[in-house]
């Protein structure tokens, strides 16, 4: 890929998550889905493996007697140790991502890995994958808005209003989409495997899955290793915390003298374009269920756009040559992103509802509106949320499920200092609830962090197997940024 992904939603998009669009009483699956039992999984580069694929049943929501039973999948990757320690549950970001496509990714070393250790377990979770009984529903013809923050919020919060009433209606709980109800899943599915504890390896939203594994059935895990961490009450990201990055971004560009020179000030140029073109969006072509359409891209649309390409050092390197070339009026520059754009207004079900029910703290919404205000991205990095905020009251958690708790199993937190999703500020006020700890840093790595250096998968081995791992700082090469 040449760009990133553009919010949230659309990060997990890129992990395989297709969005709906299709008839309602069809399901997702058009063809029969595979069976249970053995196959060679494909992964990266060519390379493939025994595995096996299993299925369990859950309730669709526990709390409701009616709901119906809902059957998830996972892959298998046996160990090849002689007296395995427990499975290793892989648990995927997103939410939304489908965990068999990010072990088929460059990822997939690790999984293979990790097999000295244990059997691998690739969970994919409720909604996602061959988990997914979210039925599709009909191709919209509702004129697009303009892709203003107000234009797309209250888009956003009237579609999927009438998702939840549809999906509701053809006999879905959506309400058991959830982070504790996906958390009792990964507890039924150790008691499937037969295994008296499971360790938990995460990223992103998985890392947040994790802590409610940890908070609900902490006496069945046995360690954890975690990267890029969300907390239970970071679904949205604090706008300040994004800015603290960019300023530091815009220290690196003094590296290069013809940078600088073009860019004194990058979060300058930033606001700068993002309040042009929300006050006058852009018309650009695109196509949109394979029908070409115009969209007004606005300057929401762009901090959307930016909030996708700060993730990764390889996507954030764009930025100079993106923000003056949108400065020029030099709007083409943003034709490789026009699919990517088309997408926002789709609504999966599971990501949206799973984010809507975790939610946000009173206090910390006030503080997140608050820092909005002046920030570079606004209200933009954790789209749709907290746009959703009210959509479907029911849905929260509550303050019972944010609140943060100790933890004494020992873990083993990575982070990039460059990872622009879950700034390492963030991370470090949830790292500070794990009481038996190793952190590894990587110096300008960003939220794709496992794969970034060669050494993060020794130091996971290590790790799981039981062996002692120190707090350890790794460094990678600066970013080297464009400006053509």
């Given at each position: ?26 399901s ?8 249970a ?61 489908v ?51 107000a ?45 008296e ?13 994790a802590?409610?594994m ?15 961490l ?16 960019l300023r ?40 949109l ?17 930016t ?116 700034p ?24 794709n ?15 799981f ?12 090469p ?6 053509g």
């Open positions: 890929m040449t760009h990133a992904p553009l919010n949230r939603r659309n990060l997990l998009a890129a992990a395989g998550l297709a969005l709906p669009g299709l008839a309602l009483a069809q997702l699956a058009q063809t029969p889905p595979p069976q039992g053995p196959f060679r999984f494909k992964g990266w580069k060519g390379q493939d493996t025994d595995a096996e694929r299993g299925f369990f049943e859950v309730p669709e929501d526990r709390r409701d007697p009616k709901s119906r039973k809902i059957r998830l999948s996972y892959v298998r990757f046996a160990s090849t140790a002689a007296k395995p320690g427990p499975p290793i549950v892989y648990l995927s970001g997103g939410p939304g991502g965990a068999t496509r990010a072990a088929a990714g460059p990822r997939f070393p690790i999984f293979m890995a990790l097999r000295e250790v244990a059997d691998v377990i690739v969970f994919e979770q409720r909604g996602t994958g061959l988990s997914n009984h979210i039925p599709e529903r009909p191709l919209s013809n509702r004129p697009l808005p303009d892709f203003t923050q234009g797309l919020t209250a888009y956003f919060r009237e579609d999927f209003k009438s998702a939840w009433a549809d999906w509701t209606k053809a006999g879905v709980a959506m309400s058991g989409y959830n982070t504790e109800q996906n958390a009792d899943d990964i507890d039924d599915l150790r008691r499937h495997l037969g295994a504890q499971v360790s938990l390896w995460g990223i992103s939203y998985g890392t947040h899955l802590l409610t940890l908070k609900r059935h902490g006496a069945r895990v046995s360690r954890v290793a975690l990267a890029s969300e907390g239970l009450d970071q679904t949205v990201k604090r706008p300040a915390a994004v800015d603290a990055l530091h971004v815009d220290g690196l560009l003094a590296a290069d003298p013809a940078v600088r020179a073009a860019i004194p000030d990058l979060p300058a140029l930033m606001r700068r374009v993002h309040a042009k073109m929300e006050a006058a969006p852009v018309k650009m072509p695109a196509t269920n394979g029908a070409p359409v115009e969209l007004k891209i606005g300057g929401f649309a762009i901090q959307l756009m909030g996708g390409l700060i993730a990764n050092p390889q996507t954030l390197v764009m930025l100079p040559s993106l923000y003056l070339a949108l400065d020029a009026g030099r709007y083409e520059v943003l034709a490789p992103f026009m699919g990517e754009f088309a997408n926002i207004p789709g609504i999966a079900g599971m990501p949206e509802a799973t984010d809507l029910a975790s939610g946000i703290s009173p206090a910390r919404l006030a503080l997140v509106r608050r820092e909005a205000k002046t920030a570079v991205l606004g209200e933009a990095l954790n789209f749709p949320m907290p746009q959703l905020l009210g959509v479907v009251p029911e849905a929260d958690l509550g303050e019972a499920f944010r609140a943060s708790f100790r933890i004494d199993h020992p873990a083993l937190l990575i982070a990039g200092t460059l990872d622009g999703r879950t390492v500020s963030e991370q470090d006020e949830v790292a500070a609830q794990f009481t038996r700890k190793a952190r590894v840093t990587v110096e300008n790595a960003g939220h962090v496992f794969e970034a250096h060669p050494d993060v998968q020794g130091l996971l081995v290590r790790f197997r039981g062996e002692a791992v120190a707090d350890t700082r790794l460094s990678l600066p970013p080297k940024f464009q400006l």
